[in-house]
Protein backbone atom coordinates (compact mmCIF):
# COMPACT_ATOMS: atom_id res chain seq x y z
CA UNK A 1 0.00 0.00 0.00
CA UNK A 2 2.71 2.40 0.98
CA UNK A 3 4.80 1.46 -2.07
CA UNK A 4 1.76 2.15 -4.73
CA UNK A 5 1.38 5.69 -2.74
CA UNK A 6 4.69 6.54 -2.71
CA UNK A 7 4.52 5.88 -6.23
CA UNK A 8 1.72 8.35 -6.66
CA UNK A 9 3.65 10.74 -5.03
CA UNK A 10 6.80 10.02 -7.22
CA UNK A 11 4.67 10.92 -10.20
CA UNK A 12 3.26 14.02 -8.86
CA UNK A 13 6.80 15.52 -7.74
CA UNK A 14 7.78 14.73 -11.19
CA UNK A 15 5.55 16.85 -13.24
CA UNK A 16 5.80 19.42 -10.84
CA UNK A 17 9.30 19.66 -11.66
CA UNK A 18 9.00 18.65 -15.28
CA UNK A 19 9.30 22.50 -16.34
CA UNK A 20 12.89 22.68 -14.59
CA UNK A 21 14.45 21.85 -17.60
CA UNK A 22 12.19 23.07 -20.51
CA UNK A 23 12.21 26.63 -19.09
CA UNK A 24 14.31 28.36 -21.81
CA UNK A 25 12.22 25.88 -24.43
CA UNK A 26 8.95 27.35 -23.02
CA UNK A 27 10.94 30.61 -23.49
CA UNK A 28 11.60 29.90 -27.29
CA UNK A 29 8.15 27.91 -27.79
CA UNK A 30 5.81 30.55 -26.52
CA UNK A 31 8.22 33.72 -27.21
CA UNK A 32 7.84 35.24 -23.64
CA UNK A 33 10.20 37.06 -21.06
CA UNK A 34 11.65 35.84 -17.91
CA UNK A 35 8.58 37.31 -15.80
CA UNK A 36 6.16 35.35 -17.95
CA UNK A 37 7.96 32.00 -17.48
CA UNK A 38 8.35 32.29 -13.88
CA UNK A 39 4.44 33.11 -14.39
CA UNK A 40 3.79 29.12 -14.98
CA UNK A 41 5.62 27.77 -11.98
CA UNK A 42 3.71 31.26 -9.67
CA UNK A 43 0.41 29.54 -10.60
CA UNK A 44 1.34 26.32 -10.38
CA UNK A 45 2.61 26.44 -6.91
CA UNK A 46 0.17 29.44 -6.18
CA UNK A 47 -2.59 26.46 -6.91
CA UNK A 48 -0.49 24.37 -4.86
CA UNK A 49 -0.42 26.94 -1.97
CA UNK A 50 -3.75 27.67 -1.95
CA UNK A 51 -5.06 24.20 -2.10
CA UNK A 52 -3.44 22.78 0.75
CA UNK A 53 -5.96 23.94 3.38
CA UNK A 54 -8.60 22.99 1.12
CA UNK A 55 -7.60 19.50 0.78
CA UNK A 56 -6.44 18.70 4.20
CA UNK A 57 -10.28 19.07 5.34
CA UNK A 58 -11.10 17.04 2.23
CA UNK A 59 -8.75 14.63 3.21
CA UNK A 60 -10.43 14.76 6.88
CA UNK A 61 -13.53 14.19 5.88
CA UNK A 62 -13.48 11.87 2.90
CA UNK A 63 -9.85 10.10 3.46
CA UNK A 64 -6.80 9.78 1.77
CA UNK A 65 -7.62 7.45 -1.47
CA UNK A 66 -10.37 9.25 -2.64
CA UNK A 67 -8.65 12.58 -2.59
CA UNK A 68 -5.36 10.77 -3.93
CA UNK A 69 -6.95 9.31 -6.64
CA UNK A 70 -8.67 12.60 -7.71
CA UNK A 71 -5.32 13.90 -7.79
CA UNK A 72 -3.95 11.06 -9.87
CA UNK A 73 -6.64 11.52 -12.47
CA UNK A 74 -6.20 15.50 -12.39
CA UNK A 75 -2.42 15.35 -13.30
CA UNK A 76 -3.09 13.06 -16.31
CA UNK A 77 -5.08 15.39 -17.87
CA UNK A 78 -3.38 18.51 -16.71
CA UNK A 79 0.10 17.27 -18.43
CA UNK A 80 -1.32 16.33 -21.54
CA UNK A 81 -3.22 19.34 -21.87
CA UNK A 82 0.46 21.25 -21.56
CA UNK A 83 1.92 18.56 -23.86
CA UNK A 84 -0.65 20.07 -26.40
CA UNK A 85 -1.04 23.20 -25.39
CA UNK A 86 0.28 26.27 -28.70
CA UNK A 87 -0.60 29.02 -26.80
CA UNK A 88 0.97 31.14 -23.72
CA UNK A 89 -2.59 31.32 -21.92
CA UNK A 90 -3.81 27.80 -22.69
CA UNK A 91 0.14 26.56 -21.13
CA UNK A 92 -1.16 28.47 -18.00
CA UNK A 93 -4.15 27.04 -17.61
CA UNK A 94 -2.77 23.79 -17.84
CA UNK A 95 -0.12 24.40 -15.54
CA UNK A 96 -2.97 25.73 -12.59
CA UNK A 97 -4.31 21.80 -12.97
CA UNK A 98 -0.74 20.68 -12.40
CA UNK A 99 -0.38 22.53 -9.70
CA UNK A 100 -4.03 21.66 -8.30
CA UNK A 101 -3.56 17.61 -8.99
CA UNK A 102 -0.35 18.19 -7.20
CA UNK A 103 -1.67 19.34 -3.93
CA UNK A 104 -3.91 16.50 -3.67
CA UNK A 105 -1.19 14.07 -3.01
CA UNK A 106 1.32 14.82 -0.35
CA UNK A 107 -1.11 15.30 2.25
CA UNK A 108 -3.00 12.00 1.40
CA UNK A 109 0.34 10.20 1.91
CA UNK A 110 1.00 11.63 5.42
CA UNK A 111 -2.30 10.36 6.96
CA UNK A 112 -1.40 7.08 5.37
CA UNK A 113 1.82 6.65 7.15
CA UNK A 114 0.01 7.62 10.05
CA UNK A 115 -2.95 5.70 9.60
CA UNK A 116 -1.20 2.20 8.55
CA UNK A 117 2.38 2.66 10.82
CA UNK A 118 2.74 2.94 14.63
CA UNK A 119 3.66 6.18 16.04
CA UNK A 120 7.38 5.86 16.67
CA UNK A 121 8.22 4.59 12.84
CA UNK A 122 6.28 7.83 11.51
CA UNK A 123 8.98 10.06 11.68
CA UNK A 124 11.26 8.08 9.52
CA UNK A 125 8.76 6.78 7.51
CA UNK A 126 7.65 10.13 6.72
CA UNK A 127 11.14 11.37 5.62
CA UNK A 128 11.65 8.50 3.38
CA UNK A 129 8.22 8.93 1.80
CA UNK A 130 9.76 12.27 1.19
CA UNK A 131 12.85 11.17 -0.17
CA UNK A 132 11.86 8.42 -2.30
CA UNK A 133 9.25 10.61 -4.19
CA UNK A 134 12.36 12.82 -5.26
CA UNK A 135 13.14 10.06 -7.43
CA UNK A 136 10.23 12.09 -9.23
CA UNK A 137 12.73 15.26 -9.51
CA UNK A 138 15.48 13.24 -11.01
CA UNK A 139 13.23 11.81 -13.89
CA UNK A 140 12.27 15.53 -14.35
CA UNK A 141 16.11 16.22 -15.39
CA UNK A 142 18.03 14.00 -17.41
CA UNK A 143 15.17 11.75 -18.64
CA UNK A 144 13.40 15.17 -19.84
CA UNK A 145 16.21 17.02 -21.27
CA UNK A 146 16.92 13.48 -23.64
CA UNK A 147 12.79 13.80 -24.65
CA UNK A 148 12.75 16.97 -24.99
CA UNK A 149 15.79 17.09 -27.43
CA UNK A 150 15.26 13.77 -29.29
CA UNK A 151 11.11 13.16 -29.30
CA UNK A 152 10.10 17.21 -29.08
CA UNK A 153 7.34 18.92 -26.96
CA UNK A 154 4.57 17.04 -27.18
CA UNK A 155 5.89 13.95 -27.37
CA UNK A 156 7.88 14.11 -24.12
CA UNK A 157 4.68 15.72 -22.23
CA UNK A 158 2.38 12.90 -23.49
CA UNK A 159 4.56 10.05 -22.50
CA UNK A 160 4.90 11.82 -18.70
CA UNK A 161 1.12 12.53 -18.77
CA UNK A 162 0.32 8.71 -20.04
CA UNK A 163 2.11 7.17 -16.82
CA UNK A 164 -0.12 8.72 -14.25
CA UNK A 165 -3.12 6.89 -15.70
CA UNK A 166 -0.74 3.68 -14.35
CA UNK A 167 -0.08 5.18 -11.21
CA UNK A 168 -4.20 6.08 -10.90
CA UNK A 169 -5.22 2.67 -11.67
CA UNK A 170 -2.70 1.30 -9.06
CA UNK A 171 -4.27 4.00 -6.33
CA UNK A 172 -7.45 2.78 -6.81
CA UNK A 173 -7.18 -0.96 -6.49
CA UNK A 174 -4.64 -1.14 -3.88
CA UNK A 175 -4.86 1.84 -1.41
CA UNK A 176 -6.85 1.55 1.30
CA UNK A 177 -7.28 4.01 3.97
CA UNK A 178 -6.46 2.00 6.91
CA UNK A 179 -5.76 -1.45 7.22
CA UNK A 180 -9.42 -2.29 8.78
CA UNK A 181 -11.26 0.06 5.61
CA UNK A 182 -10.92 0.25 2.40
CA UNK A 183 -12.92 4.02 2.32
CA UNK A 184 -12.76 5.88 5.89
CA UNK A 185 -15.54 8.93 5.89
CA UNK A 186 -15.04 11.67 9.11
CA UNK A 187 -17.80 14.08 10.10
CA UNK A 188 -19.63 16.95 7.32
CA UNK A 189 -17.72 19.62 7.38
CA UNK A 190 -19.56 22.48 7.88
CA UNK A 191 -18.14 26.24 8.17
CA UNK A 192 -18.43 26.01 11.96
CA UNK A 193 -16.36 23.06 12.12
CA UNK A 194 -14.20 24.05 9.74
CA UNK A 195 -13.73 27.43 11.70
CA UNK A 196 -12.96 25.82 14.88
CA UNK A 197 -10.60 23.33 13.28
CA UNK A 198 -8.50 25.43 11.39
CA UNK A 199 -8.14 28.12 14.30
CA UNK A 200 -7.16 25.50 16.85
CA UNK A 201 -4.65 24.23 14.66
CA UNK A 202 -3.12 27.89 14.36
CA UNK A 203 -3.87 28.56 17.83
CA UNK A 204 -0.83 25.89 18.88
CA UNK A 205 2.61 27.48 19.04
CA UNK A 206 3.84 24.10 17.86
CA UNK A 207 1.57 24.38 14.38
CA UNK A 208 2.68 27.59 13.98
CA UNK A 209 7.23 26.76 14.40
CA UNK A 210 6.46 23.61 11.75
CA UNK A 211 4.53 26.39 9.75
CA UNK A 212 7.85 28.89 10.37
CA UNK A 213 9.93 25.78 9.65
CA UNK A 214 8.81 24.41 6.32
CA UNK A 215 8.53 28.24 4.82
CA UNK A 216 12.66 28.61 5.54
CA UNK A 217 13.65 25.41 4.62
CA UNK A 218 12.69 24.76 1.13
CA UNK A 219 12.25 27.55 -1.02
CA UNK A 220 15.98 27.53 -2.22
CA UNK A 221 15.48 24.17 -3.35
CA UNK A 222 12.15 24.48 -5.07
CA UNK A 223 13.10 27.47 -7.11
CA UNK A 224 16.14 25.55 -8.18
CA UNK A 225 14.39 22.45 -9.52
CA UNK A 226 10.98 23.93 -10.36
CA UNK A 227 12.69 26.78 -12.66
CA UNK A 228 15.61 28.66 -11.93
CA UNK A 229 18.87 25.98 -10.99
CA UNK A 230 18.37 25.26 -15.11
CA UNK A 231 19.20 29.05 -16.52
CA UNK A 232 20.78 29.65 -13.92
CA UNK A 233 24.26 27.28 -13.71
CA UNK A 234 24.10 27.51 -18.03
CA UNK A 235 23.37 31.65 -17.90
CA UNK A 236 24.57 32.60 -14.68
CA UNK A 237 27.76 29.88 -14.25
CA UNK A 238 28.35 29.30 -18.15
CA UNK A 239 27.84 25.38 -17.81
CA UNK A 240 27.10 22.97 -20.38
CA UNK A 241 23.18 21.67 -20.51
CA UNK A 242 24.56 18.28 -19.74
CA UNK A 243 26.65 19.28 -16.49
CA UNK A 244 23.76 21.96 -15.44
CA UNK A 245 21.32 18.83 -15.37
CA UNK A 246 23.76 16.71 -13.54
CA UNK A 247 23.99 19.45 -10.52
CA UNK A 248 20.49 19.45 -10.57
CA UNK A 249 19.76 15.56 -10.23
CA UNK A 250 22.27 15.97 -7.33
CA UNK A 251 20.30 18.16 -5.62
CA UNK A 252 17.78 15.35 -5.34
CA UNK A 253 20.92 12.96 -4.62
CA UNK A 254 20.98 15.28 -1.57
CA UNK A 255 17.31 15.35 -0.80
CA UNK A 256 17.92 10.75 -0.93
CA UNK A 257 20.31 10.37 1.39
CA UNK A 258 19.77 13.33 4.08
CA UNK A 259 15.94 12.18 4.37
CA UNK A 260 16.35 9.71 6.20
CA UNK A 261 19.07 10.95 8.64
CA UNK A 262 16.93 13.37 9.22
CA UNK A 263 13.77 11.32 10.28
CA UNK A 264 16.15 9.16 12.38
CA UNK A 265 17.54 12.19 14.32
CA UNK A 266 14.38 14.05 14.56
CA UNK A 267 12.69 10.53 15.43
CA UNK A 268 15.92 10.54 18.65
CA UNK A 269 15.88 13.54 19.34
CA UNK A 270 12.25 15.39 19.02
CA UNK A 271 13.69 18.40 21.89
CA UNK A 272 16.43 19.46 18.85
CA UNK A 273 13.99 19.43 15.86
CA UNK A 274 14.14 23.59 15.86
CA UNK A 275 17.84 24.13 16.12
CA UNK A 276 18.60 21.19 13.39
CA UNK A 277 16.23 23.57 10.89
CA UNK A 278 18.12 26.81 12.43
CA UNK A 279 22.14 24.58 11.62
CA UNK A 280 20.54 23.84 8.10
CA UNK A 281 18.85 26.74 6.92
CA UNK A 282 22.38 29.08 7.95
CA UNK A 283 24.42 26.58 6.38
CA UNK A 284 22.60 27.13 2.97
CA UNK A 285 22.59 30.75 3.40
CA UNK A 286 26.35 30.88 4.18
CA UNK A 287 27.11 28.36 0.51
CA UNK A 288 24.64 30.96 -2.00
CA UNK A 289 26.70 33.59 -0.11
CA UNK A 290 30.18 31.69 -1.54
CA UNK A 291 28.64 31.45 -4.52
CA UNK A 292 27.32 34.85 -5.34
CA UNK A 293 30.57 36.69 -3.84
CA UNK A 294 32.45 34.81 -5.63
CA UNK A 295 34.40 36.32 -8.54
CA UNK A 296 33.46 35.14 -11.97
CA UNK A 297 32.29 31.56 -12.05
CA UNK A 298 31.86 29.69 -9.25
CA UNK A 299 34.00 27.04 -9.18
CA UNK A 300 32.54 23.29 -9.95
CA UNK A 301 33.01 21.96 -6.40
CA UNK A 302 31.63 24.60 -5.00
CA UNK A 303 28.57 24.52 -7.15
CA UNK A 304 28.68 20.94 -6.11
CA UNK A 305 28.40 21.83 -2.31
CA UNK A 306 25.82 24.18 -3.38
CA UNK A 307 23.40 21.39 -4.33
CA UNK A 308 24.05 19.49 -1.37
CA UNK A 309 22.88 22.08 1.36
CA UNK A 310 19.90 23.31 -0.78
CA UNK A 311 18.89 19.36 -1.51
CA UNK A 312 19.27 18.81 2.35
CA UNK A 313 16.81 22.15 3.15
CA UNK A 314 14.26 19.83 1.04
CA UNK A 315 13.86 16.99 3.92
CA UNK A 316 14.06 19.60 6.53
CA UNK A 317 11.28 21.13 6.00
CA UNK A 318 9.72 17.24 6.54
CA UNK A 319 10.47 18.41 10.78
CA UNK A 320 7.59 20.55 10.42
CA UNK A 321 5.01 17.94 9.50
CA UNK A 322 6.28 16.61 13.21
CA UNK A 323 5.87 19.05 14.88
CA UNK A 324 2.21 19.03 13.74
CA UNK A 325 1.82 15.65 14.06
CA UNK A 326 2.82 15.99 18.35
CA UNK A 327 1.02 19.64 18.26
CA UNK A 328 -2.90 18.49 16.73
CA UNK A 329 -5.01 15.22 17.46
CA UNK A 330 -5.88 13.25 14.87
CA UNK A 331 -9.04 14.36 13.62
CA UNK A 332 -7.61 17.40 12.76
CA UNK A 333 -4.03 16.28 11.64
CA UNK A 334 -4.36 16.86 7.91
CA UNK A 335 -6.22 20.09 8.08
CA UNK A 336 -2.75 21.11 10.31
CA UNK A 337 -0.06 19.62 7.87
CA UNK A 338 -2.05 21.66 5.08
CA UNK A 339 -1.74 24.65 6.90
CA UNK A 340 2.41 24.47 7.10
CA UNK A 341 2.85 22.52 3.64
CA UNK A 342 1.48 26.09 2.54
CA UNK A 343 4.06 27.45 4.06
CA UNK A 344 7.23 26.57 2.17
CA UNK A 345 5.40 27.03 -1.14
CA UNK A 346 4.37 30.29 -0.65
CA UNK A 347 7.61 31.37 0.29
CA UNK A 348 8.76 29.47 -3.25
CA UNK A 349 6.21 31.04 -5.30
CA UNK A 350 7.11 34.51 -3.83
CA UNK A 351 11.28 33.88 -4.73
CA UNK A 352 9.99 32.48 -7.95
CA UNK A 353 8.65 35.26 -8.69
CA UNK A 354 10.92 37.93 -7.55
CA UNK A 355 13.74 36.02 -9.49
CA UNK A 356 11.83 36.69 -12.40
CA UNK A 357 11.38 40.18 -12.14
CA UNK A 358 14.60 40.85 -11.17
CA UNK A 359 16.03 39.48 -13.98
CA UNK A 360 13.56 41.56 -16.53
CA UNK A 361 14.87 44.38 -15.08
CA UNK A 362 18.26 43.67 -15.15
CA UNK A 363 17.71 42.12 -18.99
CA UNK A 364 14.90 44.04 -20.23
CA UNK A 365 13.40 42.79 -23.54
CA UNK A 366 14.98 39.58 -23.40
CA UNK A 367 14.10 35.91 -22.46
CA UNK A 368 17.30 34.37 -23.32
CA UNK A 369 20.17 36.90 -23.04
CA UNK A 370 20.62 36.42 -18.93
CA UNK A 371 23.84 37.11 -17.93
CA UNK A 372 25.84 36.46 -15.04
CA UNK A 373 25.20 40.17 -13.05
CA UNK A 374 21.72 39.70 -13.56
CA UNK A 375 21.34 36.22 -12.35
CA UNK A 376 23.81 37.31 -8.98
CA UNK A 377 20.95 40.18 -8.63
CA UNK A 378 18.06 37.91 -8.50
CA UNK A 379 19.22 35.08 -6.69
CA UNK A 380 19.71 38.09 -3.86
CA UNK A 381 15.98 37.45 -3.35
CA UNK A 382 16.37 35.08 -1.54
CA UNK A 383 17.84 37.11 1.57
CA UNK A 384 15.01 38.58 2.87
CA UNK A 385 12.86 35.07 2.86
CA UNK A 386 15.44 33.62 5.08
CA UNK A 387 15.52 36.58 7.55
CA UNK A 388 12.27 36.41 7.68
CA UNK A 389 11.85 32.50 8.18
CA UNK A 390 14.87 32.13 10.51
CA UNK A 391 13.60 35.19 12.77
CA UNK A 392 9.88 33.25 12.79
CA UNK A 393 11.45 30.27 13.59
CA UNK A 394 13.41 31.99 16.98
CA UNK A 395 10.08 32.93 17.88
CA UNK A 396 8.15 30.31 17.89
CA UNK A 397 10.71 27.86 19.27
CA UNK A 398 10.79 29.46 22.36
CA UNK A 399 6.66 29.83 22.50
CA UNK A 400 6.64 26.08 21.59
CA UNK A 401 8.55 25.13 24.90
CA UNK A 402 7.10 27.79 27.22
CA UNK A 403 3.85 26.08 26.90
CA UNK A 404 5.53 22.40 26.83
CA UNK A 405 6.98 23.89 30.25
CA UNK A 406 3.37 25.28 31.74
CA UNK A 407 1.45 21.58 30.80
CA UNK A 408 4.27 19.91 32.09
CA UNK A 409 3.90 22.30 35.53
CA UNK A 410 0.15 21.48 35.27
CA UNK A 411 0.31 17.61 34.65
CA UNK A 412 2.77 17.19 37.82
CA UNK A 413 0.62 20.01 40.27
CA UNK A 414 -2.36 17.46 39.02
CA UNK A 415 -0.28 14.71 39.96
CA UNK A 416 0.75 15.65 43.58
CA UNK A 417 -2.54 16.85 44.32
Given amino acids: MWGVAL ?6 IFHRSSLAVAGLAAAERFDISAAQLATFTMLQLLVYAGMQIPVGLLVDRYGARSVMLTGAVVLTLAQASFALAESYGAALVARVFVGMG ?17 GRRVPLLTALSGTFGQLGAIGATAPMTWALGHLGWAEAYLIAAGVSVVAAAAVAVVVHDTPDDRVQRGPRLTFATIRASLRASWAHPGTRL ?6 VTQFSATAMTLLWGFPFLVRGE ?9 LLSLVVVAVMYSGPTIGWFIGRHPWHRSTAVLAIVW ?11 WPGDAPFWL ?16 IGFD ?12 SANGIINQAGFSASLVLVVAIGLVLDWRTPGSSTAYDASAFRWAMCAQYPLW ?8 RYRRRARALIDRLELTASARAEG
Avoid at 306 to 314: D, M, W
Avoid at 323 to 334: D, G
Fill in 7 to 12: AAYLLA
Fill in 102 to 118: DAMTWICLLRLVVSWFP
Fill in 210 to 215: GFWMHF
Fill in 238 to 246: HLSEGRAGL
Fill in 283 to 293: SILAVWTAVLA
Fill in 303 to 318: LVLLTQVVGIGGPASM
Fill in 323 to 334: LARTSNPAERLA
Fill in 387 to 394: ALGLLQVW
